[in-house]
Structures are given as structure tokens and as C-alpha cells.
């Protein structure tokens, strides 16, 4: 509090009352009451400062343990990759010693000693010539159209043979061409005859019912409409005219190139014709073989 001037109604006029303070009166220096705690906060401050620095000193001896643990597995790495290198040097030498070893008593068992061969006592009887093949690939060669002498009598000879020995009595197809009536010339009619047959073996050198093959075939159907043929393919293809795929019509001929078949064109890509031994005449695909399209009895 501070002090002030009370008036008062006892005292004379002019005369004030001082009045004091009743709070205590303070006799040492402001700062001893504010750093009364000094002491305790210093103290406070001396323990922190010497837990930090213990913390600090096992801070830097975990670093140094880890750094001796580091220290201790790189050695021993470096340790076994010297060890590593070292073995398969040490083991090579041993080798080495043991496979010139072995070399030495291979080269004296080589020289030294004996071989015994047994060999079968027909060997020398074995067939050992060589096996047939045939090319994967049909060899094309250009036939000749023209029958010798000699092969046109071979082949008369076979037909004559067949027609013997087989117990067919209706006509054939010089039967057909003595007579003098036929009908009516058509490639649909000549297919449609043609057809009547489907289901006749396959017979090599055959021309009549009883049995075909390809060029027997053409030629006994022709011949009922009074169109004279040879027995064979190359004779039959070189009495027509060659026409395109295009203005091909059932009932003319497909010819293989090589000379080897022929049949009568079914349209389509098919062909009617007795096709090999064991077959029958019948409408089938044109397989892949080069052929050509030929006409007879009418002009393209």
C-alpha cells in the first residue's frame, strides 16, 4: 500500500494524520526473494547435464560395439573367400596328380593289353545290300502317244486274255460299233451312259461290264454311241481336242498329264472313272495330279 493523508475529524483544522503502512517493511535486496530456489534449479540443471553426457557415453559405446561386429563378419567373409579360392586350387592339384595317375595306367593297359571280339558265326551270311526307295515326289516324264508294233500285239493279247477268262455275254464294245444304229450323240448323253456302270470293279485291262480299267471304261461308253477308241490313255487323249477347264462339260474326258488315267468329267472337280485295283467305278474328287480337259466326237 502506499501512504497517504487521512483526514480526521479530531484533528485541528490544518493538521493532518500521517498514516503508515501496515504491511511488513522489506530489509534485504529485491532479487534474494526471486532467487530464494536458485540453488535447487542449478542442481536440477548439473543432473541433467551429467545424464545427458551418460547418455551420450552408451550412446558411443553401442556405436562402438557395432562397429567391432561389423569388423569381426567383414574379417570373416574376407576369412572364407580366401578359403574358397584356395580349396579348388588345392583339390586341382590332387586331381591333377590322380588323372596323370590314371593316364599312365590307361597308356600301359593300352599297350599292354588285349581286346576280345566275338562275332556271330553267320555274320558273313548277313544280307547287308541296300533297301528299295521310291522319291516322295512323282518324277513327270512326257510319254509317247504312239504304241510300237510290239506293245500294240502286248496289249491285244491281254484284252484277248481277259475277255476269255471272264463269264461276260453281252456285247462289247466292237459289238456296239458294228451296229449300226446308235443313238443320239450328247456329252450329257454320254455321261448319263456312263453312269449306269458305277459300282463295276476295277479290273486292269477290263472293257466291259464284268470289269474296267480308266481307258476300257472310256472306250466301251463311246462305243455305244458308235465313236471308235483305242485300250489306252495316251491313244484316247490324242483322239480328242484339248479344251479349257472352263468349257469342260460331263461327259468329257480328264486325262492326267502323265498319260497314266483318264475318266469322264463329272463337273465340279470330279471325275467318273475306274480308279485302281481294289475300287470300283465310281464319282469322286479330282485329286492333286496336273490334268487336262479333253473333247471327242463333238468340235470344241
Known amino acids: 500500500m502506499t501512504t497517504g493523508i487521512i483526514p480526521s475529524s479530531n484533528a485541528p483544522r490544518g493538521i493532518t494524520r500521517r498514516t503508515m503502512r501496515t504491511d511488513p517493511i522489506r530489509t534485504g535486496p529485491i532479487d534474494t526473494v526471486k532467487t530464494a530456489a536458485a540453488p535447487a534449479t542449478r542442481r536440477a540443471a548439473r543432473e541433467a547435464v551429467v545424464a545427458e553426457q551418460r547418455a551420450a557415453s552408451a550412446k558411443s559405446k553401442r556405436r562402438g560395439v557395432k562397429k567391432t561386429a561389423v569388423s569381426v563378419a567383414v574379417m570373416g567373409i574376407i576369412a572364407g573367400l580366401f578359403g574358397t579360392m584356395a580349396l579348388p586350387a588345392f583339390a586341382h592339384s590332387q586331381t591333377t596328380a590322380a588323372g596323370s595317375q590314371s593316364a599312365a595306367q590307361i597308356a600301359s593297359e593300352r599297350a599292354n593289353g588285349a581286346q576280345n571280339v566275338q562275332v556271330a558265326n553267320n555274320a558273313a551270311a548277313t544280307d547287308v545290300s541296300r533297301d528299295n526307295y521310291t522319291a516322295s515326289v512323282p518324277v513327270t516324264k512326257t510319254v509317247s502317244t ?101 468349257d469342260a462339260e460331263p461327259g468329257d474326258l480328264v486325262v492326267f498329264d502323265n498319260e497314266a488315267h483318264d475318266g469322264f468329267y463329272a463337273g465340279n472337280g470330279m471325275i467318273l472313272d475306274a480308279p485302281k485295283p481294289g475300287g470300283v467305278v465310281s464319282v469322286r474328287p479330282i485329286w492333286n495330279q496336273a490334268h487336262h480337259f479333253v473333247r471327242l466326237g463333238i468340235s470344241k
Open 146 to 246: 504312239t504304241l510300237t508294233a510290239a506293245q500294240a500285239t502286248q496289249a491285244a493279247a491281254q484284252r484277248a486274255a481277259f475277255s476269255a477268262s471272264t463269264a461276260y455275254s453281252g456285247e462289247t464294245a466292237a459289238d456296239y460299233l458294228a451296229n449300226p444304229s446308235h443313238p443320239a450323240f450328247s456329252l450329257a448323253a454320254v455321261y448319263q451312259t456312263a453312269l449306269k456302270y458305277q459300282g463295276t470293279p476295277y479290273v486292269f485291262g477290263g472293257a466291259t461290264p464284268a470289269g474296267f480299267d480308266c481307258s476300257g471304261f472310256v472306250m466301251y461308253v463311246y462305243a455305244q454311241f458308235g465313236i471308235s477308241l483305242q485300250h489306252s490313255v495316251p491313244l484316247e487323249d490324242a483322239a480328242g481336242v484339248t479344251i479349257s477347264q472352263a
